[in-house]
Every structure is written in C-alpha cells, then in structure tokens.
C-alpha cells in the first residue's frame, strides 16, 4: 500500500509539476559541435521544480520553426528557452528582442540563403523576450560567469526560431514566457580561430542551470 501511495505521489508530482521545453541546435558553418547542444545534454532532468523537455533542432529556415511549434504543442510547456551559439561573442548572452527578418550571408544546413526577407509579412516588426532577463543575468552573474543582455540575436536561424516561437505563443494566446540565449563557442572550436573567445562547456552548464532556475522561480 505505502508503495503503491509512493508511487502515486510521485506521478502526482510528475503531472504537477511544471515543464519547461529547452531547445539547442545541432552543428552548423563546418563546425562538429554545437556548444547548446553540448550544454542541453548535461542539463539535469528538473530545475527548481522544473522538469526539463529537450529538443535538438535543425539549423533550418524551413524546418526549425516547424518542428518547435510541434514540440510546444506536445509539451504544453509553461516556458520555453532556445539556446544557440554565437561564435566570437565571450559571454553568455539572453537575447532581448526577436526580429521579423531573415537575413544572412551565411547558408543554413540545407544550403539555403535568405536576404532581407519578411518572416510573416502580417506580423509586427519584433517582439521583446518575455523570459525575466534581468532576473537570469542576476543569477548568472552569481555562477561568476560573463553573462550581458544583447539587443540582437542577428537575423539568421536562431533569430527565426526565437521570432516564430514568440509569434506563435502571442496569435494562440498561451501567455507563457520564451525567449532565446545565445552562448560563446567552446574552447576546442576556438583553437585555430585566432582571438576568438570561448567558455568551458561546465561554466556554460552552471550557468544556464542558474537562469533556467530563476525562470522556474518566476512563475
Ligand atoms: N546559432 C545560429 C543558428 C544556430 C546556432 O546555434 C544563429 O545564431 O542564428
């Protein structure tokens, strides 16, 4: 009986708890590894009462935003978080803002390149990240680790996803926090790239861990 009472509590606490859907990249632009992806895999399985649903996407125009929006309407998450890299930058950085742009010289994992294009031509120029930034800084900044608020996520696939994510949860009126972080390259893609800044894998894990934390304390 006290077993079958434990077991139900703990699929109550299961149920009851809330869910947060983490998302990373797989590798793109030659690299073998993608510094969010290595950061997803170690991430524990619950955080402050959180339980964590992860997905890998593909670095894609056509398929990234595709496959998310499946996984927020598998999950039902109370928040979502995408991570990517941002090759050169030396801190951790939570994106404020997502734009209504595709736009980079660079090709995406499927060859394709997109110039000054409109994500929805219907939709409004940006949405601001509705994740508590400042709270995440906070609580980074107490791992010491470089963490600083960036005002642009570029206009390449991360920036796609964060701004479809945003505008899918707004047009379905779901009210749930999302917003995209941005992390430095990894020590070993930075050797052979001359001044290129990069983080230990387990300062970028301490680190998301402490801002995925405040986000499960914020709601
Ligand atoms: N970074 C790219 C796309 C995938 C990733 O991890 C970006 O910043 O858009």
Known sequence: MGAVLAHSSFFCYLICMKKILITAFEPFGGERINPAQAVLERLPEAISGAALYRSVLPVSYRKSAVLLLEQIERVRPDAVVMLGQAGGRAKITPERI??????????????????????????????????????????????????????????????????????????????????????????????????????????????????????????
């Open 98 to 219: 997502a734009v209504n742009l595709d736009h980079c010289e660079a090709r995406d994992n499927d060859g394709e390149q997109r110039i000054d294009s409109v994500i929805d031509p219907e939709g409004p120029a940006a949405y601001f990240s509705t994740l508590p930034v400042h709270a995440m800084l906070q609580e980074m900044r107490k791992c010491e680790v470089g963490c600083a608020m960036s005002a642009s996520a570029g206009a390449f696939v991360c920036n796609h996803v964060s701004y479809e994510a945003l505008h899918y949860i707004s047009r379905m009126g779901y009210g749930i926090p999302a917003g995209f972080i941005h992390l430095p390259y990894l020590p070993e893609q930075a050797e052979g790239k001359p001044g290129a800044a990069s983080m230990p894998l387990s300062a970028m894990v301490h680190a998301v861990q402490a801002a995925l934390a405040a986000i499960a304390d914020s709601f």
